[in-house]
């Protein structure tokens, strides 16, 4: 008998994974030693282009854009103070990948139990897929303005976004980076461009990045929101939870010698220079899109503010807000130029969110699918609430069936808002430890902001709560205020539940560690 020849591996469909945080790239890419800066900020480049997608997907166009035909200038504070938390999350996240070599869903998964575990992982698969929800209407509306498919076979149509996926799988990661970082560019050349042919209040632009209580107030009510549902709508589209996941994992892909302190330090230092640069980047975009929604068109014009609305609108010349505008409208350059900016943002946000949804997967449940098949589950799913939006709104007029979708797409954004804490607590818990991130352990200031960002988002989140479930228009105004007080009180106990299953396990994480520095056993204890 030869036993020279061993049996290939058989691969399931689903496996049980508790190894790496994705296994297949985890540090894949090298990257230069002893180089100049430009070169090796080049090397590290890539993953914070992945990161930004998540900040500039269809979600934020709704967000941005109502929000400026809706309130003008008034929620660019709110884009610059949510870019800024996430920047400073992002750091986090990244930082706690490349230190403790282990992504979020990971950490968080080693200091709970597994009840909390579970209940976390369902939180954030519903993140994802309300994510999902804003890409399948983004794309499938871009496919209907510009090839005329009708509604109903676009949505399906971009189940098909599977088959780029396993391309994209086969050509390496760089590659993926690179392709990411293009459609980026596409993004932001398309809204320049138009907001350049604008000629934009830049003064009251400027004036509205001031913090002001009117971006929090609950009135005055425009077009079904307030401006603090406006700016909660922005917060969710902006800082999304499952970009921390998916940031603490690729952050890992870089080379690096664990055992080299100086390569661990040279390696959070690159990573946070790539993240804040592609950030400004999605910051610029926000702001651009916003700006869209006050100096594109005249004041109070759009009466649909979906994503059809606006593509008519970017065609109506009687629209537009000035005579440069309308000469090129004339030529359908605007309107074509808006819906490929759609269909590339649809297109990047397949590729992160198959990612993040492998990454929570892996690290919560320990189970593991092949990437198409993770897309293809998550895809099918998201599709369900589009499908029943159009066949209940099938016999209503065109406006009514757009408003409808855009008022799904505005809703799923204030969910990520609503699910942000339970991926921030974890990530500030678990930086701020000494024994998981010893010299990188949360400076003052870091600590300070990171702690007042999740106090400030979940105080205004369960604010405005009530005004939340009143403007899904499903129940009447007392049944709606039940319903959000008992969302309020589970979020509260989840929120302290998390808080004791950390203390507790950060507990047992010390212990472990003062019985290895005294080499001995905790059992021996």
Request: proline share 3%; charged share 15%.
């Amino acid at each position: 008998m030869d036993n020279t020849k061993r049996p290939k591996k058989q691969h399931h469909l689903i496996e049980y994974a508790n190894g790496k945080s994705l296994e297949e790239i985890n540090g894949t890419v090298k990257v230069p030693k002893g180089k100049g800066f430009w070169r090796t900020l080049f090397a590290y480049s890539g993953p914070g282009a992945l990161v930004a997608v998540g900040y500039m997907d269809p979600g934020n166009w709704s967000t941005s854009i109502t929000g400026g035909q809706s309130f003008q200038y008034t929620l660019m504070t709110a884009i610059l103070i949510s870019s800024l938390i996430a920047m400073l999350l992002q750091y986090m996240a990244a930082k706690l990948g490349i230190v403790s070599q282990m992504d979020l869903a990971q950490a968080t998964r080693a200091r709970t139990g597994k009840a909390l575990g579970i209940v976390l992982w369902i939180m954030t698969e519903l993140a994802i897929m309300a994510t999902d929800i804003a890409e399948v209407i983004g794309a499938a509306i871009a496919l209907n303005l510009l090839f005329h498919i009708p509604l109903v076979p676009a949505v399906f149509i971009t189940v098909l976004d599977v088959l780029v996926l396993l391309l994209l799988t086969k050509i390496g990661f760089r590659k993926i980076e690179a392709i990411v970082a293009c459609l980026i560019l596409v993004i932001l050349v398309v809204f320049a461009y138009e907001v350049a042919l604008s000629r934009p209040d830049w003064l009251g632009a400027a004036k509205g990045l001031i913090p002001s209580t009117k971006a929090i107030a609950k009135g005055p009510i425009v077009g079904g929101i307030s401006p603090l549902t406006g700016t909660l709508g922005i917060v969710g589209a902006t800082v999304m939870p499952h970009n921390l996941y998916l940031h603490s994992a690729i952050s890992q892909t870089r080379e690096i010698d664990h055992n080299d302190p100086e390569s661990v330090r040279q390696t959070v230092r690159f990573t946070t220079w790539d993240s804040n640069i592609q950030l400004s980047l999605a910051f610029v975009v926000n702001s651009l899109l916003l700006i869209v929604g006050v100096a594109v068109f005249k004041m109070g014009a759009i009466k649909d503010s979906s994503f059809f609305g606006l593509y008519e609108a970017l065609n109506n010349t009687s629209m537009l807000s000035n005579n440069l505008l309308i000469a090129v409208a004339k030529s359908g350059l605007l309107a074509t130029l808006f819906a490929v900016a759609l269909l590339a943002s649809g297109q990047n946000s397949t590729i992160t969110g198959t990612l993040t949804g492998q990454v929570i997967m892996e690290g919560f449940i320990h189970m593991k699918m092949p990437l198409w098949a993770r897309r293809l589950v998550t895809r099918v799913i998201s599709i369900i609430p589009v499908l029943i939006c159009v066949a209940m709104t099938g016999k209503e007029t065109a406006i009514q069936q757009h408003e409808a979708l855009n008022m799904l797409m505005e809703n799923s954004q204030v969910f990520l808002a609503i699910d942000l804490p339970f991926s921030m607590l974890p990530l500030i818990m678990m930086t701020d430890s000494k024994v998981e991130m010893g010299e990188f352990k949360n400076n003052k200031a870091v600590k300070f902001f990171g702690w007042v960002s999740i106090l400030l988002l979940t105080f205004l989140n369960l604010y405005n709560m009530p005004q939340t479930f009143e403007g899904f228009g499903l129940w009447k105004k007392g049944t709606a205020d039940v319903l959000a007080w008992i969302t309020i009180v589970a979020i509260i106990a989840l929120l302290l539940w998390t808080c004791y299953e950390f203390r507790t396990g950060e507990k047992r994480f010390r212990a472990q560690h003062i019985g290895h520095d005294k080499g001995e056993s905790v059992e021996a204890k």
